[in-house]
């Protein structure tokens, strides 16, 4: 993950998804952003504001959705 004229970053994160910022929600403390990952696709954030500012995210602009856990959990209906 980079921009033009700055380093990669690789990180231990294994799922790493690349999409559009569509929405921006600034509350007191922290900010909703929303990806869109695929078309008609979206994966919802709530990251610090401080964090948000300091990447400059703006609606339309390119960004990723990086996950790391340590467990994922599998449900079904009845």
């Known amino acids: 993950m980079s921009s033009p004229g700055e380093a990669t970053v690789k990180i231990s994160a294994r799922n790493s998804l690349p999409g559009v910022v569509i929405r921006i929600d600034h509350g007191a403390v922290n900010t909703e952003v929303t990806l869109e ?9 709530i990251i610090t504001k401080e964090a948000a500012q300091s990447l400059g995210l703006s609606v339309g602009a390119k960004a990723y959705a990086v996950i790391k856990a340590s467990s994922v959990m599998v449900g079904v209906d009845e």
């Open 37 to 45: 990952i695929a078309p008609g696709v979206t994966i919802v954030s």
